[in-house]
């Protein structure tokens, strides 16, 4: 079975899957399949399109804030379009629709924050990953399952997790498939902010407001000046210095000396 022929057997519609939401410089992003969990399908990867899309076109959004309909950020990746690709080539297609889009999320200018209530699971954990704060409530589950269906992580789990956590608690993470709570996700520094049940969101909302109103230039340098981590550090070093200097040269940087010495708040223009 292709990729479009999985697609066609679930009823809902990306515009229906996710929902999009400007407040202000900040776009909400909303898993909207409630009633599967916020499981993941097609139909969602066509709506985070859609919000790239709109990211990529809009310079006023400062900042994305993503969520989940209900009771959970996301289950993971909907088992009733994963049971059909039973093929490698299938699989690979599938899998590879996936990776895109998470990869291009985590890849857009702006910072994005994932807000997590109840599960975080399997693609719905890797999706989070790729988000570059997660907000999470302390009796949120958070894991990588896949074992113990017969596949792996593939949205980015075993690549991120040993990067963001460290080999050790990523192996156990990854080997023992058993999900860990918000706290203990807290602990793992995987979380950058711990709340009580039912409070992510809001807290979500607070981060988000503050990112939006920083330089957006200076916020996209340092998303740049981080993914250089996993050069050596002289090319990560020379990476840093360059973005650095371009800054200097922006309109951006002007505002935000000059605001800074006269004691007001700085009006970044994004250039």
Known sequence: MSVQ???DTDTDTASEAVLLHRDGSVLEVVFNRPHTRNAMNLDVLDGLSRAADLADADDGIRCLLVHGAGRHFSAGGDINQAVAMDTESAARQWIGAFQHMFMRIGGLRQPVVAAIEGYALGGGLEFALWCDLRVVAV????GVPEPKIGVIPAGGGTQLLPRLLGR???TALLLTAEPIDGRRAYELG??????DDGAALAAGRRVAAHLATLAPLA?????RAVRAEWMPLPDAMEVERRLAAELFATADRREGMTAFLERRVPRFQGS
Do not use: F, N, Y
């Not at 009796?139 to 958070?142: D, E, F, S, V």
């Open 5 to 7: 022929e999985a697609a």
């Open 139 to 142: 009796g949120a589950r958070l």
């Open 168 to 170: 050790s608690a990523a």
């Open 190 to 195: 995987l979380a950058a902010e711990l709340t």
């Open 219 to 223: 916020v996209a340098g340092i998303k």
